[in-house]
């Protein structure tokens, strides 16, 4: 399966220049791979530059982990993310993509100055 990088992924999400979109949705019509990074920086990218508010953000990894042609890395771990994104947006989806991965991979808890992110559960203020 081919990797996508950011750009190709924002194109997908915004649908803003329709040359690119067609090319985008060429290359991944194959299957294309999201890893937690380009996911991390798309939804950076969706609020910084297209100032997309938190449930417009959430809706588009909602699209993201139902699309026909994408493969997110560790769906389940997005999906949970998503949820606590959804939950506490004010978090940031990074901040809970980065909860659930160490979650996933049995390294709790994480350690954090954020008091906001040690008031979840698997997560210790320092």
Same mark, same amino acid.
């Given at each position: 399966?081919? *990797?996508?990088?950011?750009?190709?992924?924002?194109?997908?999400? %915004?649908?803003?220049?329709?040359?690119?979109?067609? *090319?985008?949705?060429?290359? @991944? /019509?194959?299957?294309?791979? @999201?890893?937690?990074l380009?996911l /991390?920086?798309?939804?950076?990218? !969706?609020?910084?530059?297209?100032?997309?508010? =938190?449930?417009?953000?959430? %809706? *588009? @990894?909602?699209?993201? +982990?139902?699309?026909?042609?994408? %493969?997110?890395?560790?769906?389940?771990? @997005? =999906? *949970? /993310?998503?949820?606590?994104?959804?939950?506490?947006?004010?978090?940031?989806?990074?901040?809970? +993509?980065? !909860?659930?991965? =160490?979650?996933?991979?049995?390294?709790?808890? !994480?350690?954090?100055?954020?008091?906001? +992110? /040690?008031?979840?559960?698997? =997560?210790?203020?320092?």
């Amino acid at each position: 399966m081919r *990797a996508i990088d950011t750009n190709i992924l924002v194109r997908l999400v %915004t649908r803003d220049d329709p040359k690119q979109v067609a *090319a985008a949705e060429l290359f @991944v /019509a194959k299957g294309g791979w @999201v890893s937690h990074l380009v996911l /991390a920086e798309t939804l950076w990218v !969706l609020e910084a530059v297209y100032d997309l508010d =938190a449930e417009r953000r959430a %809706t *588009a @990894v909602e699209m993201l +982990l139902n699309h026909r042609s994408l %493969t997110l890395q560790d769906p389940d771990v @997005v =999906a *949970a /993310a998503l949820g606590c994104f959804r939950r506490k947006p004010s978090l940031g989806f990074s901040d809970c +993509l980065v !909860l659930e991965i =160490a979650r996933k991979s049995g390294h709790l808890p !994480l350690g954090t100055f954020d008091r906001s +992110l /040690a008031r979840l559960d698997g =997560a210790e203020r320092v």
